[in-house]
């Protein structure tokens, strides 16, 4: 691993970014546009706002990093530039991390303003720290990089990579546990949905709003997250080959 | 540096299969160091699958193949090799600079070669040409201008050997003259040993040497003029097609039509 070359990598995934301040405007701004409709959508019930609100300060990340990893990578793999980039002494493992990180940072921005707008402006009512919740939508954000990065091996082109969106996302969301709890479900879906990441990401949330404190839980559901975040962003080097067909 | 035999590529037996289809056929040759090689002959023949297998790109490579000393593919190449795609192989959504600031970070990483890096790409975006768009977006430039962005990649860091899969393709009469300027500037003031490819013949007078393919098969290795003075033709061209009709001849299992200059095709029966 050479710290340099991760962080050349991250630092180049943002100039690329800059260059394009309209994907920087809706990674950003979509998820406080989410939120500030959600609130308003439950205006007569601010209870379901608390709880739903509190999930999607998680799911937002996700699903953002999700796209724009999946996308970028695929770019990255069709434009030629990964054969070029492997064929020198570059290391996987450095330029899933350059990613990782990029991608990271820019969640703590979007993060950080939807937190701060569901919390501030639109009442969120969440008991924990709002650390807490800031830490778990940076999981989410690592993990969301982590699948779009790993299903962009899967994919021959962005028309399929973005199909892959509801194909690995919707699922999860379904058996979350956003809509319904998960141990209300027929027992196979409660059985998967105790195999999906995102159900740890939002039981996490949940934690968060009810707690004070970091709970047990809290601190097992945050570590499976991150876990699962480490190994598909393994898997992920792993589908990276110097040598192709 | 080179390998005991003095050469700076060294195939012995090379085979890559693709999919269903055997795409280099247990194939010699030898490419020397400090010298313009050409790797000439019809799209779709092999030269961009020899091409990545001396990059150590290409998969299901078997037989010999030496470069720089080192079996291809070997790490410590990497830095050692400079590699032109056919496509241009640059970020679109970054300027000239930020593309070659990047992959020069690749390769030489770290903030003490911050200093060697300046001049790296200083050098690379002049001998591309390019110091008045250097910062411009790639994106935005013209096809012939992004593939000289590819080709300044590979320039920095001066490796010892470039391989360039048909760098001139869709250029103007005036840019390809300026390239291959270039790239005998590399080979005789850097001592940069040239691998390029082209379908187009008549680039073949600029090179030192030549390998003419033909269907996953070395027809020739010689200089251009050896060549013409073999066949008995004037061109590159015409040699080169004398070769084609040769080989099918003997492909069609005419025996006395069969060629009595043994060094035309390296017969493999592998």
Known sequence: ?245 | MMNSSGVAVLARGLTVVRGERTVLRGIDFTVPPGRITGLLGPSGCGKSTLMRAAVGTQAKVTGTLEILGKPAGDATLRSRIGYVTQDPAVYDDLTVRQNLDYFASVLQPGRRHRDTRRDYVTRAIADVDLVSHADSLAGRLSGGQRSRVSLAVALLGAPELLVLDEPTVGLDPVLRRDLWNLFHRLADERGATILVSSHVMDEAERCHRLLLMREGEILAEDSPEDLRVRTRTQTVEAAFLHLVDEANARQAGSPQQADPQPKAIQENAR
């Not at chain 1, 409709?37 to 205006?43: A, M």
């Not at chain 1, 953002?64 to 990578?73: D, K, P, Q």
């Not at chain 1, 058996?175 to 998967?192: D, N, W």
């Open chain 1, 1 to 245: 691993m050479s710290t340099s070359r991760t962080l050349a990598t991250a630092a180049r995934v943002l100039h690329q970014l800059r260059h394009d301040p309209r994907s920087i405007a809706l990674m950003v701004l979509v998820p406080c546009l989410m939120l500030f409709l959600l609130r308003y959508v439950f205006d007569g019930n601010e209870q379901t706002f608390d709880s739903i609100g509190a999930s999607l300060l998680g799911i937002f990340p996700l699903i953002t990093m999700f796209l724009v990893a999946s996308i970028a990578t695929l770019r990255e793999r069709t434009s030629g530039t990964l054969e070029r980039l492997l064929a020198m002494p570059m290391g996987k493992g450095d330029l899933i991390a350059g990613y990782a990180l990029a991608f990271g940072l820019i969640a703590v921005v979007q993060s950080l303003l939807a937190t701060g707008l569901a919390l501030w402006a639109l009442g969120l009512d969440v008991i924990g720290s709002p650390w807490l919740l800031l830490l778990v939508a940076l999981l989410d954000a690592l993990l969301g990089t982590a699948l779009g990065l790993f299903v962009s091996a899967f994919a021959a082109s962005e028309f399929q990579a973005v199909q892959f969106m509801p194909a690995v996302i919707f699922p999860q969301l379904l058996l979350c546990g956003l809509f319904t709890a998960r141990e209300q479900m027929q027992p196979v879906l409660e059985g998967i949905s105790n195999v999906l990441p995102m159900s740890y990401a939002v039981d996490a949330m949940a934690e968060v709003q009810r707690y004070p404190d970091a709970t047990g839980d809290f601190t097992r559901d945050v570590l499976i997250v991150a876990a699962c975040a480490v190994l598909v962003l393994a898997l992920g080097a792993a589908t990276l080959r110097r040598r192709t067909a």
